[in-house]
């Protein structure tokens, strides 16, 4: 026995008893063939997982993409989380129904004034009891602050004061305090008339009319008006009665009586007729002052009551009244646009200031004029700037 033959001997004999598995290759590799079809079919199966990792992952995923600004490739909103988009699209649908509704509205508000006034002007133009007015020339300048200033005429045609203007006034409209203001001039004023010389302040309308009237303003105290409005007395009546046919609410200062109207002092209505007689008496110890007050009062007065809804309805007619009765230059347009906002504002009452103002005059006498107010111009014209401008 060769040396390699006893190792082999003695190997055999000492290894165990127990038998053992051989290792065939070539079996081990064809039943791995016959397996591997079953374990590729399960391979390619979508593992399975526990509900709850299922949807923590999901949540997780959710959240991943929410912080980096991704998207599920869906236009559906990730669930849990509500849809702010409709949301939005019904606020904007609501706005949208507003506004047109609201042009709507605006729309036949202008189209019922326009109606009304044109209605008034016409019933004005149609009056046979009264003179037709011609509108005059009249070279408006609108004012510094960009106000614009409405010189207003009251003309009473009685015996000595034919053609002279009884009542002078200013009327302030869109000025910087944004309400409406009124400055009274006394009649009695002796200023210097662009063209005539020294005279009464109301003889500028005999000489020239409205215009000239506008140059004296200016000349004397600094003060620009761009339109101008002139009613007489009979025209006034029909305004005020049109305007307010139960009458005017008002509490007379003092008792009075003028051509045959009787005034108790103290709360009562009055009509267009009686109102008149109120705004136009004079004759105490207080003169022209007395009336000045009395006429912003009236004008105060009228302003407060607009704030009736039946009233403010009747403002668009009664305006084209206004404007049939009187001698005007104001534009048709202005009117109706500022005319019922002008009415609004004033229902709180209209600031005013009577000019000459307090400390700024004297009375005297001309030999051509009579009795006068001798004034200040500049102080006055000082007043005048601080009040329009205030």
Not at 361 to 378: K, M, R
């Given at each position: 026995?060769?040396?390699?033959?006893?190792?082999?001997?003695?190997?055999?004999?000492?290894?165990?008893?127990?038998?053992?598995k051989t290792f065939n290759p070539r079996k081990s590799m064809g039943e791995h063939r016959e397996e591997?079809?079953?374990?590729?079919?399960?391979?390619?199966?979508?593992?399975?997982?526990?509900?709850?990792?299922?949807?923590?992952?999901?949540?997780?995923?959710?959240?991943?993409?929410?912080?980096?600004?991704?998207?599920?490739?869906?236009?559906?909103?990730?669930?849990?989380?509500?849809?702010?988009?409709?949301?939005?699209?019904?606020?904007?649908?609501?706005?949208?129904?507003?506004?047109?509704?609201?042009?709507?509205?605006?729309?036949?508000?202008?189209?019922?004034?326009?109606?009304?006034?044109?209605?008034?002007?016409?019933?004005?133009?149609?009056?046979?009891?009264?003179?037709?007015?011609?509108?005059?020339?009249?070279?408006?300048?609108?004012?510094?602050?960009?106000?614009?200033?409405?010189?207003?005429?009251?003309?009473?045609?009685?015996?000595?004061?034919?053609?002279?203007?009884?009542?002078?006034?200013?009327?302030?409209?869109?000025?910087?305090?944004?309400?409406?203001?009124?400055?009274?001039?006394?009649?009695?004023?002796?200023?210097?008339?662009?063209?005539?010389?020294?005279?009464?302040?109301?003889?500028?309308?005999?000489?020239?009319?409205?215009?000239?009237?506008?140059?004296?303003?200016?000349?004397?105290?600094?003060?620009?008006?761009?339109?101008?409005?002139?009613?007489?007395?009979?025209?006034?009546?029909?305004?005020?009665?049109?305007?307010?046919?139960?009458?005017?609410?008002?509490?007379?200062?003092?008792?009075?009586?003028?051509?045959?109207?009787?005034?108790?002092?103290?709360?009562?209505?009055?009509?267009?007729?009686?109102?008149?007689?109120?705004?136009?008496?004079?004759?105490?110890?207080?003169?022209?002052?007395?009336?000045?007050?009395?006429?912003?009062?009236?004008?105060?007065?009228?302003?407060?009551?607009?704030?009736?809804?039946?009233?403010?309805?009747?403002?668009?007619?009664?305006?084209?009244?206004?404007?049939?009765?009187?001698?005007?230059?104001?534009?048709?347009?202005?009117?109706?646009?500022?005319?019922?906002?002008?009415?609004?504002?004033?229902?709180?009452?209209v600031e005013s200031l009577s000019v000459p103002v307090p400390d700024s005059w004297n009375f005297g006498?001309?030999?051509?004029?009579?009795?006068?107010?001798?004034?200040?111009?500049?102080?006055?014209?000082?007043?005048?700037?601080?009040?329009?401008?205030?």
């Amino acid at each position: 026995m060769s040396r390699v033959d006893r190792y082999k001997h003695i190997h055999e004999k000492s290894r165990p008893a127990e038998h053992k598995k051989t290792f065939n290759p070539r079996k081990s590799m064809g039943e791995h063939r016959e397996e591997e079809p079953e374990e590729l079919a399960e391979s390619l199966q979508e593992p399975v997982y526990e509900d709850s990792y299922t949807e923590d992952s999901r949540r997780s995923e959710r959240r991943h993409q929410t912080d980096s600004g991704g998207g599920n490739g869906s236009d559906q909103p990730p669930r849990g989380k509500k849809d702010k988009k409709p949301k939005k699209k019904r606020k904007k649908s609501k706005t949208k129904r507003f506004f047109k509704w609201l042009v709507i509205l605006l729309i036949l508000l202008f189209a019922y004034s326009t109606v009304m006034f044109l209605k008034g002007k016409s019933a004005a133009e149609h009056d046979d009891s009264l003179p037709q007015e011609k509108v005059e020339t009249f070279n408006g300048v609108k004012s510094s602050n960009g106000a614009k200033n409405i010189l207003i005429l009251g003309s009473d045609t009685r015996g000595e004061d034919a053609g002279r203007a009884d009542t002078i006034m200013v009327l302030q409209l869109n000025g910087p305090s944004k309400k409406p203001k009124l400055i009274s001039f006394m009649r009695d004023t002796f200023v210097d008339i662009p063209g005539v010389g020294p005279n009464k302040i109301n003889a500028a309308y005999a000489y020239g009319g409205a215009e000239l009237v506008r140059e004296t303003l200016k000349q004397n105290f600094n003060l620009d008006t761009k339109y101008y409005a002139k009613v007489d007395f009979q025209s006034f009546e029909k305004i005020v009665d049109s305007m307010f046919p139960k009458g005017v609410k008002i509490d007379a200062e003092k008792s009075l009586n003028l051509d045959g109207v009787d005034i108790e002092k103290g709360q009562q209505v009055m009509d267009g007729h009686v109102l008149l007689q109120y705004a136009r008496f004079r004759m105490d110890e207080e003169g022209d002052f007395g009336r000045v007050r009395r006429q912003q009062q009236v004008m105060s007065a009228v302003m407060s009551q607009m704030k009736n809804p039946m009233t403010l309805l009747r403002t668009p007619e009664s305006l084209g009244k206004l404007v049939g009765y009187m001698s005007t230059d104001v534009p048709v347009s202005f009117m109706l646009t500022n005319g019922p906002s002008l009415l609004i504002k004033g229902k709180a009452g209209v600031e005013s200031l009577s000019v000459p103002v307090p400390d700024s005059w004297n009375f005297g006498e001309s030999s051509y004029a009579g009795s006068i107010l001798e004034v200040d111009e500049q102080k006055n014209a000082d007043a005048i700037e601080k009040f329009l401008n205030e």
